[in-house]
C-alpha cells in the first residue's frame, strides 16, 4: 500500500525540539526505567524466598539494586533537565510562532523549524519588507530583577551580567546559509535579515547597535516591526522564494 500523500507535511514550530524530546525519553529514560524495576522485582523475589524459607540469596541482588539504582537515578536526572530545557525552548519558539502567524494576514509567507545539516532554524517569514531568519532564545529569567538583555551590537549582556556573542555568530550563520541555498535553488539573490528574540525578555539596543545588520528584540513585537518595514520584494519573488524553500524542506531527510 503506498501513502496518498506525495510529499512530507511542512514542519512545525519546534518539531526538531520536539523529537529529541522523544528520543531521550523513549530511548534513554527508558532503559534506566526498566534497569530500576528488574532491581527491586530481583531483590523483592530473593527476600520473598528469604521470608519463607526458600533458600534465598538476596544478598547478590541487592547489592546489584545498590549499585544499578544510583547510577540510573542520576542518569534519569540528568534527562529530566535536559527535557525541561528542551520543552522551555521548545514552547518559546511555538509562542514566537503564534506571534508570526498574524503575518499571514499580510500575505507573508510563515515556515518554521527549516532543518539543515546539523543544525536548524526556528522561523523564516518572506514578507514584502524582505526575508528573516528567526531565531529563538527561551532563558530561564533571573529570580528577582527585570529580565533584560542589551545589545550593542557585537554582543548581547544579560541583566544577571553574563555577556556573549553565540547567538549572534549562530544567527548570522543561519542567514548566510539561507541566503546561500535560496541563490542555489532560485538562481536569484535576495538579503536575508537575521533576527534574534527572547520571549519573557526586554530587549534593549544601544545606539551602537544601529550599525548592525541583527534585529535583537521581544517577539511580540516583531510581527509590527516586519509589517511596518520598506517594502522590498515584488509579490513574484515572494511566491518564488517560498516555493523552493517548501520544496526544500518537503524533500529533505533526516540523517
Request: aromatic residues 10%; positive net charge.
Amino acid at each position: 500500500m503506498k501513502s496518498p500523500l506525495k510529499d512530507n507535511p511542512l514542519r512545525n514550530p519546534g518539531e526538531s525540539l520536539d523529537r529529541e524530546i522523544d528520543s531521550l525519553i523513549n530511548d534513554k529514560a527508558v532503559q534506566y526505567i526498566i534497569l530500576i524495576v528488574m532491581s527491586v522485582v530481583f531483590a523483592v523475589l530473593e527476600w520473598c524466598k528469604f521470608i519463607f524459607d526458600i533458600k534465598p540469596n538476596p544478598i547478590i541482588y541487592t547489592l546489584l539494586a545498590v549499585i544499578i539504582i544510583p547510577i540510573c537515578l542520576v542518569k534519569l536526572v540528568k534527562i529530566a533537565k535536559h527535557v525541561n530545557r528542551l520543552r522551555q525552548g521548545r514552547d518559546g519558539e511555538k509562542a514566537v510562532g503564534q506571534y508570526l502567524e498574524s503575518l499571514r494576514e499580510t500575505s507573508a509567507k510563515v515556515f518554521h523549524d527549516i532543518p539543515a545539516k546539523g543544525f536548524n532554524i526556528d522561523h523564516v517569514v518572506i514578507a514584502k519588507s524582505g526575508i528573516y531568519v528567526i531565531e529563538t532564545k527561551t532563558y530561564s529569567k533571573p529570580d528577582s530583577g527585570q529580565p533584560k538583555v542589551i545589545f550593542d551590537g557585537t554582543s548581547l549582556t544579560f541583566s544577571s551580567g553574563i555577556s556573549t556573542n553565540k547567538p549572534l555568530i549562530q544567527v548570522e550563520a543561519s542567514s548566510n546559509w539561507l541566503r546561500t541555498l535560496i541563490k542555489e535553488t532560485t538562481g536569484k539573490s535576495f538579503a536575508t535579515k537575521p533576527v534574534i528574540v527572547f520571549p519573557g525578555w526586554f530587549a534593549e539596543p544601544t545606539s551602537d547597535a544601529k550599525s548592525s545588520d541583527i534585529w535583537v528584540l521581544n517577539p511580540k513585537g516583531l510581527p509590527t516591526f516586519i509589517a511596518n518595514s520598506k517594502e522590498k520584494m515584488a509579490a513574484e519573488d515572494m511566491s518564488l522564494v517560498a516555493f523552493h524553500l517548501s520544496r526544500y524542506i518537503r524533500s529533505y531527510k533526516e540523517d
